[in-house]
């Protein structure tokens, strides 16, 4: 697909693009790299193995690199580029997948091993990025330490919460029938505090819940998102080692047939094939370097929520339990007035007929009264 661009060049005089093939072994003039920060990396038209037709209405049919160069160098300010596009292919060649697993192999290799087994290693290999997953780990471990703690002592307060509770109901009952009116009032104040402190339980419960779900978002969203960002930044980034391998492996060959004097046919044909790994490269090129940024965000992002909410999860935790230890101290402390006197030859019997209406008190006492009366007339 025929395409042009129009670009102004910088104080340098230039674009910013390599250029590859051209006469007299290929017929085809087309771009090898575009650099970083240039006129043509930011107008983002241009791309590696793109076809060159024509500057400023020129054509290049039968030019050299060289006379190219210098045509472009020739213009001055604005320069009209004609180009054709390539497009990468869908699928990955069994080539590249294979070069994706050598580089895979050899970043978990040390150095003696690799050079012993004379594997060349890329500079990208041994990223210290890649070694974050360990760290996000170790991170999530402390996570779930601290939320598995959390539980256990909301557990622990909401068992003891209903335990008071009972307690609160018992000795509101026997508060009620204690006869004598300081145990009464003891056993009932001291039945209200068991209460008291079951309120405060919710309270704690209420208050300190919440961690749960923060720490869980934590564990269960942000980890494994970043890890997931991070095994998309390892494949994108052994796919572009896999391109740069195989355009490398390219190039000595074609160096090699050329002192010979003895050019490849591909090179003749146009070189389609070397232009396609070109785009391919490139295209992996800015995949790469998307997924780094995106990682470094990630994780930088991650690093300070994990100082500031540990730090705050902690502190909810720790002023949580002293707020409700202190409460239940509190209200307990007024409500001890033990040791009490009461009477324990009380049984329930007697508490029954204590509590009987006035009109049998005093049918009892009648049929008493008539019994005696009969004793003395015998």
Do not use: W
């Not at 008071?164 to 000795?171: A, E, I, L, N, S």
């Not at 965000?297 to 230890?325: C, I, P, S, T």
């Amino acid at each position: 697909m025929s395409r042009s661009v129009t670009l102004v060049k910088g104080k340098n005089n230039m674009i910013g693009i390599s250029i590859g093939g051209g006469a007299p072994f290929c017929n085809v003039l087309y771009i090898v790299q575009v650099f970083h920060r240039t006129p043509a990396y930011v107008s983002g038209s241009l791309c590696p193995g793109d076809e060159l037709t024509s500057v400023n209405g020129t054509s290049l049919k039968g030019y050299t690199r060289k006379e190219t160069a210098t045509l472009i160098q020739s213009v001055k300010g604005v320069i009209t580029i004609a180009f054709n596009r390539i497009e990468p292919p869908k699928e990955k060649s069994m080539d590249i997948s294979m070069k994706k697993v050598k580089h895979r192999l050899v970043e978990k290799m040390k150095d003696s091993t690799a050079d012993s087994l004379g594997l060349s290693r890329a500079v990208l290999v041994n990223d210290k990025l890649v070694n974050k997953v360990e760290y996000l780990e170790n991170n999530a471990r402390v996570y779930r330490g601290i939320a598995e703690r959390a539980r256990e002592v909301l557990v622990s307060v909401k068992d003891l919460t209903e335990s008071h509770r009972d307690f609160g109901k018992v000795f509101s009952n026997i508060g009620v029938y204690e006869t004598q009116q300081n145990a009464s009032v003891a056993f009932t104040n001291f039945g209200q505090a068991h209460k008291t402190m079951a309120e405060e339980g919710m309270k704690f419960i209420k208050k300190v819940g919440p961690m749960l779900r923060d720490l869980s978002t934590f564990l269960l969203k942000a980890v494994p998102d970043t890890k997931l960002t991070l095994k998309k930044y390892s494949d994108a980034k052994f796919e572009f080692l896999a391109y740069c391998l195989k355009v490398k492996e390219m190039d000595d060959e074609e160096y090699e047939a050329a002192s010979y004097g003895q050019p490849l046919t591909r090179v003749l044909c146009g070189n389609y094939e070397y232009r396609v790994f070109l785009r391919c490269r490139h295209a992996a090129k800015v995949r790469f370097i998307k997924l780094r940024a995106d990682v470094l965000v990630k994780l930088q992002l991650l690093d300070n929520k994990r100082v500031q909410d540990v730090a705050f999860q902690l502190e909810r935790l720790v002023a949580g339990m002293y707020v409700y230890h202190r409460q239940c101290y509190k209200v307990l402390k007024p409500a001890a007035v033990f040791p009490i006197e009461i009477q324990l030859g009380l049984d329930t019997t007697t508490l029954q007929s204590e509590d009987a209406s006035p009109e049998t008190s005093s049918a009892a006492t009648q049929s008493s009264q008539i019994e005696e009366k009969q004793t003395h007339e015998e």
